[in-house]
């Protein structure tokens, strides 16, 4: 079987390097995108009048074939010859269309071409992530509506800090998803400009209409520079740190998840669907889903980490090494593609114990803070009323009650300014109300908050939509 450049070479290649140094195994899956950029640049062949108008119909049927064939057939993608994917339609397209399938390489370089397939590979995979964002955040947003106004503490240091509604809590991994599809958006918009015609690094050597290319394949325009265009892989870094961010803000998710739904918390059932169970100790119902995607994060980071350190030491401009920047890719994209479906039907399954998290919510001092605003709106100085309530706070301590337990003599003592109502500041209702900014977890905010969250998702799908 003949290499696309045997012509200069007198010796047969070792056959251990010959194999090991092909891309087909893995690239293959970039045929579809293959034989989009191919069927943009034979049509362009035509309007530079190197290819016919029936070459260029047999062409494009050829390279129709080989996608159907392809899509119904998994052996035919198993070639043992194929050094990578554009050897493989290259050789496959003159087995069904005789040498005129050969015209088809005209004036162009596999180093544009993969340069091409990786950015319409990437610009597909942000699509399909940023549409499983959406859901994820979608159902975030129904398990929060459906929370209405239940309490749970909120902690800072992992130590009970403020109640916050539920709702809140939820909304919170709306924003950091939010966050993470527009962050894909931004890379999208980057990234989709088309490299083909700047041939093997200096432009390609036929009159290519550029423009028209870059149209066929829905980019926004040609790249600026043939020297960059075929050396550049910021967009493939950009989207797997992107990535690298969305899986470990998953794994922090999972983390919280898993320290909630442990008996000493409690707030939180597992669902079974989604939990497996110990082959020694038959109690127990172990939250394997969580601890996976906690796990992936570290090897979608790890896949990140290998793309930088294979583009740091390269010259412009293609260099084999390129080669290795794509399995990291197709792995990063793979792994979170199949996390963030998972992680939502968990979310939608998860049982919230709102019983026991209201009652967390009620104990531990919680409304330590909203007792020395109480104070502050009776003028006292913020640095007098966090000591004069750390005073009461000790004295309930010693009492083993919480602030409410005290008596209006025992305030008194610390500050005569305590007054019957400040028994009412205290309820939870009442701490929960004066958090009363945009932004903040009274229920009065939380509200619009969903509307909000709601209205950003909805944007959200508009833009995947319009892009489809
Ligand atoms: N399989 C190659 C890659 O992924 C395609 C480009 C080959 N170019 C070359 N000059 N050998 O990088």
């Not at 074939?65 to 050789?91: M, N, R, W």
């Not at 397209?93 to 004036?107: E, F, M, N, P, T």
């Not at 394949?217 to 790249?223: E, V």
């Amino acid at each position: 079987m003949k290499k696309m450049w045997s012509g200069r070479f007198r010796q047969p290649l070792d056959p251990e390097f010959e194999h090991w140094q092909r891309s087909f195994s893995f690239d293959k899956r970039l045929l579809k995108y293959e034989i989009a950029a191919s069927s943009a640049h034979a049509r362009a062949l035509k309007n530079a009048r190197i290819l016919s108008a029936d070459e260029l119909i047999s062409i494009l049927e050829g390279l129709q074939q080989i996608g159907e064939k392809a899509a119904t057939s998994p052996a035919f993608l198993e070639d043992d010859e194929a050094e990578d994917v554009h050897h493989f339609v290259e050789k496959q397209l003159a087995a069904l269309i005789g040498d005129v399938g050969y015209k088809l390489h005209s004036g162009r370089s596999r180093n544009e071409q993969i340069a091409t397939d990786l950015r319409l590979f990437v610009r597909a995979s942000i699509d399909e992530l940023r549409e499983e964002l959406a859901v994820f955040c979608g159902v975030l947003t129904d398990r929060a509506e459906q929370a209405a106004d239940a309490a749970m503490p909120a902690y800072t240091h992992l130590q009970r800090a403020e109640p916050v509604l539920v709702a809140h809590w939820l909304l919170a991994y709306v924003e950091v998803c939010l966050r993470d599809a527009d962050r894909l958006a931004d890379c999208r918009k980057r990234l989709n400009l088309c490299p083909l015609g700047s041939g093997a690094v200096a432009g390609a050597t036929l009159p290519l209409d550029r423009e028209f290319m870059s149209e066929t394949l829905g980019c926004d325009g040609p790249t600026a520079n043939s020297i960059d265009a075929t050396s550049d892989r910021d967009f493939a870094l950009e989207f797997v740190q992107a990535l690298s961010l969305l899986a470990l803000h998953l794994s922090r998710w999972a983390e919280e998840m898993i320290l909630f739904s442990n008996q000493e918390y409690g707030f939180i059932g597992l669902p079974e669907s989604y939990s497996t169970g110990s082959s020694a100790m038959p109690q127990k119902k172990n939250p394997d889903l969580l601890e996976l995607v906690r796990g992936k994060a570290g090897r979608v980071i790890g896949n990140a980490t290998a793309l930088l350190i294979t583009l740091k030491g390269l010259p412009l401009a293609y260099n084999k090494d390129l080669q290795e920047t794509q399995e990291p890719l197709f792995d990063s994209s793979d792994t979170v593609l199949q996390l963030l479906p998972l992680v939502t039907g968990w979310m939608k399954a998860a049982e919230f114990r709102h019983e026991r998290m209201q009652q967390a919510a009620q104990s531990g001092f919680m409304n330590a803070w909203a007792a020395a605003t109480y104070l502050v709106r009776r003028g006292v100085p913020s640095r007098q009323s966090h000591e004069q309530v750390g005073k009461a706070v000790q004295i309930a301590l010693e009492k083993s009650c919480e602030l409410q337990g005290l008596s209006l003599e025992d305030l008194r003592s610390i500050n005569p300014d305590f007054g019957p109502d400040f028994y009412e500041s205290l309820t939870l209702a009442s701490v929960l109300a004066i958090h009363d900014v945009p932004g903040g977890t009274a229920p009065t905010r939380v509200q619009p908050a969903l509307s909000a969250a709601r209205q950003k998702i909805d944007s959200l799908r508009e833009e995947i939509h319009a892009h489809a």
